[in-house]
Nanobody
Framework: VQLVESGGGLVQPGGSLRLSCVAS????????MSWYRQAPGKERELVAR???????IYGGSVKGRFTISRDDAKKTVYLQMNSLKPEDTAVYCC??????WGQGTQVTVSS
């Protein structure tokens, strides 16, 4: 099983990034997929989740700014992040509801 994230980096406040998580080794289309994030000194928090049927939920701090989506043919889940704020700075990890985690990708929002 592998979940490999990409797309993180340094961006200025107000900017955008798109994270990707490519899955392998399990039945991706049957799995709810989530993005979590953890900032230094803070607890891990749910950013967004998309079910196998495409329903979505978002953490309160990102509603209206982030969009989660999936492409089952590519076994990939995306997180489009717009209007980024310094408080969005964190390591973002992909999670499959079978209990699998990716290694994470760093997002830093700073001028």
């Amino acid at each position: 099983v592998q979940l490999v994230e990409s797309g993180g980096g340094l961006v200025q406040p107000g900017g955008s990034l798109r994270l990707s998580c490519v899955a392998s080794g399990f039945t991706f289309s049957s799995s709810d997929m989530s993005w979590y994030r953890q900032a230094p000194g803070k607890e891990r928090e749910l950013v967004a989740r998309i079910t196998s049927l495409g329903s979505t939920i978002y953490g309160g701090s990102v509603k209206g700014r982030f969009t989660i989506s999936r492409d089952d043919a590519k076994k990939t889940v995306y997180l489009q992040m717009n209007s980024l704020k310094p408080e969005d700075t964190a390591v973002y990890c992909c999670f499959a509801n079978w209990g699998y985690w990716g290694q994470g990708t760093q997002v830093t929002v700073s001028s």
